[in-house]
């Protein structure tokens, strides 16, 4: 075993003490803001608060409020109040998707949700995680795409670089790391396959004189 370990020591480089951390110059080199710092803190300041307010109900109000800051907003989008977006410039929303009452975006980097994508109450997506192996826990910005279709639901977390497959299901509370295929629903932590989805034709009713 110890001859294992020093393997993996000398392939992986010098392993450091817990006394090695410094948090005292971070490495945010990934970062890019992608807007004048002016410009983000009109939005800090004066737009996203109107955003999350629950005094204000109107959808379109908020949908508007977001293009005027740089996100591509597609037609028919349903917003609820208290979402919370980190960057809106950084955001892509498909034709008549839906987001939930406090569902929280902090897209450090791009997030796409697709159409006819339905993100629910307290879901959380992060786009930007830490490299704990690195001794300045060196910031890492990836990407999160919401296919057509897609369900993520109540609670749940999507981390960065996930991929949420065309009509994919992340069950409430459930904490996604890795992308989801297609048509698969996931549950726990971490999400793990439960089965597939099976969409089914609504039955209609004529209306007879």
């Not at 919370?84 to 410039?89: A, D, E, M, S």
């Not at 939930?100 to 902090?106: H, S, V």
């Not at 409430?172 to 996931?186: F, I, L, N, Q, R």
């Amino acid at each position: 075993m110890g001859v294992i370990n020093n393997q993996r020591a000398n392939e992986q480089g010098q392993l450091l003490p817990a006394d090695s951390v410094d948090l005292s110059q971070p490495d945010n080199t990934e970062l890019v803001r992608g807007a004048p710092l002016w410009f983000e803190a009109l939005w800090y300041f004066f737009a996203l608060p109107l955003l999350r307010s629950h005094l204000i109900t109107s959808s379109w109000f908020r949908c508007n409020l977001l293009r005027l800051f740089g996100a591509k907003i597609g037609k028919g989008v349903y917003v609820k109040p208290g979402l919370r977006v980190k960057f809106p410039w950084y955001l892509e929303i498909g034709e008549h998707s839906w987001l939930g009452e406090d569902l929280w975006i902090d897209n450090l980097t791009h997030v796409k949700i697709e159409e006819h994508c339905c993100l629910s109450q307290g879901a959380y997506l992060c786009t930007g995680n830490h490299d704990w192996s690195s001794v300045n826990m060196r910031l890492i910005c990836r990407t999160i795409t919401c296919k057509r279709g897609s369900w993520v639901g109540a609670k749940a977390i999507i981390g960065p670089g996930v991929v949420v497959g065309a009509g994919a299901v992340i069950c409430t509370g459930a904490v996604a790391t890795k992308s989801v295929p297609d048509m698969e629903v996931h549950a726990g932590n971490p999400a793990q396959f439960v089965r597939y989805r099976q969409l089914r034709a609504e039955k209609t009713s004529s209306a007879h004189a």
